[in-house]
């Protein structure tokens, strides 16, 4: 399936799920399925997801530099403030191991490793340790992706590393059922936003 279909499904269907009832959950819980629901594309080239990755992982190892030079300077004291809240330890575990799956994954072939529910496990828990309130979304995103990969004609390693391919053959990214899917569902989604916007307001 496309980017576009893999976004308005993932969104559509954690707003149903859950459902939220204020403003900020509704834009967080957007945010968290998007991501869940493109992340595992990281693994394609051509997605925005590959491409942005690299961008990310530099540019976290360059802020990781820039504060362990600091710390060591002396002009910061970022280790003893950070050793001293164990929140924030487990962010920076949470934010790293992310980033480690991630860098790693995107090297993978397609619909392998970034495909499985060892990786949904895996970045759920990191997502759980960073924005707890965002794991359900980023998880619903996520198990969505899979779900419509499974319909391609080309199977995805749901149980990896076991190497069996799983897909039921009744579509292909970019034709008419794909595209069907992104149209409806974008509507399906404007939608669902504007039933929960209006039920926030009211």
Not at 105 to 114: A, D, T, V, W
């Amino acid at each position: 399936m496309q980017g576009k279909t893999h976004l308005v499904v993932g969104i559509t269907s954690a707003l149903l799920i859950m459902q939220p009832n204020a403003f900020n959950d509704l834009v967080m819980g957007i945010g968290a399925a998007a991501v869940g629901s493109l992340i595992s594309d990281i693994d394609v080239e051509t997605s925005v997801s590959h491409k942005k990755a690299d961008y990310i992982v530099r540019g976290s190892i360059l802020m990781i530099l820039i504060l362990a030079a600091l710390d060591f300077s002396g002009k910061m004291s970022v280790w003893n403030h950070i050793s001293a809240n164990e929140l924030w330890i487990h962010k920076i575990v949470g934010m790293c191991i992310l980033l480690v799956i991630c860098a790693y994954g995107k090297e993978q072939p397609h619909r392998s490793l970034m495909h499985s529910l060892i990786v949904l496990a895996a970045l759920g828990w990191c997502i759980k340790l960073l924005i707890p309130s965002a794991y359900m979304y980023f998880c619903i995103g996520f198990l969505s992706h899979l779900g419509l990969d499974v319909f391609n004609k080309k199977g995805i390693q749901l149980f990896y590393p076991y190497r069996k391919r799983f897909c039921l053959k009744l579509c292909s990214a970019g034709g008419k059922i794909d595209s069907w899917i992104g149209n409806t569902g974008m509507m399906a989604m404007a939608a669902v936003i504007g039933w929960r916007l209006f039920k926030i307001i009211i």
